[in-house]
């Protein structure tokens, strides 16, 4: 059974920075395309940032491009986003994703992707 369980968000000031992390068991994750995405208060979900499985190709939503960073650590099966610069606008619910079932061109989509994790709050504050 695969289980994804985030955590690192809280509330910051604008300009701050914050480190998620995203726990998985049951996959071996550097077998398997994953990604983070946000859901901002009264929006849809969006794809924030992904990692490809065979090369760690990255791909980013132009939103966060310089100021967002994803990674992985394979022998923890851990995969982290690190959030610099944060803004108002980065107030979210963040999500980790596994298990990626689409052409890597449409990797920050949402349902391009089988597994995820329950989220964790970002709170941004001006």
């Known amino acids: 059974q695969v289980q994804l369980v985030e955590s690192g968000g809280g509330s910051v000031q604008s300009g701050g920075s914050l480190s998620l992390s995203c726990a998985a068991s049951?996959?071996?994750?550097?077998?398997?395309?994953m990604a983070w995405f946000r859901q901002p208060p009264g929006k849809e979900r969006e794809g924030v940032a992904a990692i490809r499985s065979d090369d760690g190709t990255t791909s980013y939503a132009d939103s966060v491009k310089g100021r967002f960073t994803i990674s992985r650590d394979s022998t923890k099966s851990t995969l982290s986003l690190q959030m610099n610069s944060l803004k108002p606008e980065d107030t979210a619910t963040y999500y980790c994703?596994?298990?990626?079932?689409?052409?890597?061109?449409?990797?920050?989509?949402?349902?391009?992707?089988?597994?995820w994790g329950q989220g964790t709050q970002v709170t941004v504050s001006s």
């Open positions: 049951g996959i071996t994750i550097r077998s398997y395309s």
């Open positions: 994703a596994a298990v990626f079932t689409g052409p890597w061109s449409s990797v920050l989509r949402a349902g391009t992707f089988k597994y």
